[in-house]
């Protein structure tokens, strides 16, 4: 169902749009409209563009990467959103800061059962999901492409991964803040705890 979910939280973000004035807020609706990983893939092009690895962007890089990412904000917009992350006054934001900000906020009870997923997942307990892990708990057998001949179980396991990766750099690796992104996104078209820890329950068997 992760598909409809998807869907339907692009159209909702959309809804949104139209009625908030938060820039902040605008910002995330704006990424969400992309689904799940429109977040993530922000986070990414910023990486892109942290040359020096310093996990910082000044505001040349921060509207750059907002206008590469064709983020539709006017430069006053951006720079009330800049001011809000710097708050030191450096004239830099963190970005991971930046990110976790934009995800939008989950109660505790969803991020509870989003980390028994990921460490079910995570059989060998080092806080990345690989194609090793997925081997005895994910069943790649009942994929229509793997019945067909057309995939390998590995490459059903890739593909499943990869709904979690970034759009821009599937390295066939999830990392927690990763699957807390995808999932973030997914929560967000869901309005109650209840719902979202039974669908939890049910696609990970928990």
């Not at 892109?48 to 921060?62: A, Y």
């Not at 990110?99 to 806080?127: C, H, W, Y």
């Not at 927690?176 to 309005?191: H, K, L, P, Q, R």
């Amino acid at each position: 169902g992760t598909a409809r979910h998807d869907r339907e939280m692009a159209i909702q973000a959309k809804k949104n749009l139209s009625k908030t004035t938060d820039p902040v807020e605008r910002l995330r609706l704006q990424c969400l409209a992309r689904g799940s990983a429109g977040i993530k893939g922000l986070g990414r092009v910023f990486r892109i563009m942290d040359d020096d690895n310093s996990r910082t962007l000044d505001f040349k890089e921060f509207v750059k990467g907002l206008n590469d990412y064709a983020m539709m904000i006017d430069k006053e917009e951006a720079q009330e959103i800049f001011r809000i992350f710097d708050k030191d006054g450096s004239g830099t934001i963190d970005f991971d800061e930046f990110l976790v900000t934009l995800r939008p906020p989950m109660s505790n009870a969803r991020k509870e059962i989003i980390m028994q997923a990921f460490r079910k997942l995570d059989k060998t307990g080092d806080g990345v999901i690989t194609i090793e892990d997925l081997r005895g708990v994910y069943n790649a057998k009942h994929h229509p492409k793997y019945q067909n001949g057309d995939w390998t179980e590995d490459q059903v396991f890739r593909a499943f991964l990869d709904n979690f990766d970034s759009p821009y750099d599937k390295d066939g690796k999830v990392t927690t803040e990763e699957f807390m992104n995808y999932y973030a996104g997914v929560s967000a078209s869901i309005d109650t705890d209840v719902y979202f820890i039974i669908m939890m329950k049910n696609a990970w068997k928990l």
